[in-house]
């Protein structure tokens, strides 16, 4: 069984994708075509946020938005140390420092308790990743930020479609980042991302640094990079976002249903009520996570480990950080988690299928 089944998306939608992709092919607006404007557009109304500014890839978000804040070689931003390498390695790549939080057991996000102890006179901002679909606990965050004179980036590179007390990823802080990589909750064919913000003036700027730095032809104002988003990525985007809801309402009952007949066997996780969910990833916690996945490998069941190194041990972080300091829930995570199968299009026998699986491996373990 496949982890996340794209080709039968892109079945359900055939006509209507390959009719997006001709429609670019004959208009030969492979850049900067009209289609880019429009879903910034949807995707503005959607997250409620003024601006929404499409680009190359969920990392380059991060980056334009470290651009946008003029971050310099020595400053501090705060970080999780559970999660994907990227928003901690856009803040390496400016010769910036990462400094890792640990993350809550309850929600594998930020322990937002613990940022204030690492807050010094060189702290810019705070990277609060979105993991696994689910926001992060933004109205402390945010508090914290503005108490020390902070900005906030949320990494919603999982959680675009997720809310918080009824505001949606993206426009949670200053400004959000998201990715549409293909395997994610809203996918393109390709690399794809965005960002989005309240503020005019920050949303200018992004747009001229996507574009390198040009606020009109041959005329730059600042460093920028090529972030754009290909035209025919937003023809398909377009397309998917008509039917993200309905996706989402799947994850959602498939979440649901994997939680009620696996929560006598492993670790579940929880959402509270003030919180929804894209379940961008469904992970359990196991002490038996290695025997399980390869139990389930063994069904022609996918299952991926998200992720098995807490990036305070990544070695591209090795001067960044104190070798004495500990992150014990992150490395708890590295040792437990395990990624089940889940998608916009998963059926309940899909999921029947695979909590048997598991069942059967814990009877007979």
């Known amino acids: 069984m496949e982890f996340c089944d794209l080709k039968k998306q892109y079945l359900a939608y055939k006509k209507e994708i390959d009719s997006a992709i001709q429609s670019i092919i004959n208009s030969s607006s492979f850049i900067n075509g009209s289609e880019i404007n429009l879903l910034e557009e949807e995707l503005a109304n959607y997250t409620g946020v003024k601006n929404a500014i499409c680009c190359s890839s969920g990392t380059d978000a991060l980056l334009l938005s470290l651009m946008a804040y003029d971050i310099k ?33 309850s929600d594998f996000n930020i322990d937002a308790s613990k940022i204030e102890e690492k807050i010094t006179s060189k702290t810019k901002g705070i990277i609060a990743v979105s993991l696994f679909g689910q926001c992060a606990n933004f109205a402390e965050i945010n508090s914290i930020a503005k108490k020390h004179g902070l900005w906030v980036i949320e990494d919603g590179a999982q959680s675009f479609g997720a809310s918080y007390f009824g505001k949606f990823s993206g426009n949670l802080t200053e400004v959000g980042t998201t990715s549409f990589f293909p395997a994610k ?15 005019d003036e920050l949303a200018e700027k992004i747009k001229m640094l996507r574009g390198h730095g040009q606020e009109k032809r041959y005329a730059h104002k600042y460093i920028g990079i090529n972030g754009r988003m290909d035209t025919l990525q937003a023809a398909i985007l377009r397309v998917k976002l008509k039917y993200f809801n309905e996706e989402l309402a799947v994850r959602n ?42 139990a389930l490998q063994k069904q022609n069941i996918s299952s991926i480990v998200h992720y098995p190194i807490p990036l305070p041990k990544q070695e591209a972080f090795k001067n960044d950080i104190d070798p004495t300091e500990k992150f014990p829930i992150a490395d708890e995570l590295s040792e437990t988690v395990l990624s089940l199968p889940i998608h916009g299009l998963i059926t309940e026998k899909e ?14 373990e």
């Open 73 to 105: 070689p020595g400053d501090e931003i705060i970080c999780p140390a559970f999660s994907y390498i990227a928003s901690a390695s856009m803040i390496s790549f400016y010769k910036a420092k990462p400094v890792f939080v640990d993350v809550s057991l």
């Open 185 to 199: 909750p809203l996918g393109c064919y390709g690399d794809g991302g965005a960002l989005f913000t309240n503020d």
């Open 253 to 294: 009952r498939a979440a649901k249903l994997y939680s009620h007949i696996l929560k006598s066997l492993v670790e579940t996780p929880q959402i509270i009520p003030e919180k929804t969910s894209t379940w961008a990833q469904y992970t359990i916690r196991t002490k038996n996570r290695d025997g399980l996945k390869n």
């Open 351 to 364: 999921i029947e299928t695979v909590a048997g699986a598991i069942k059967t491996y814990f009877t007979h």
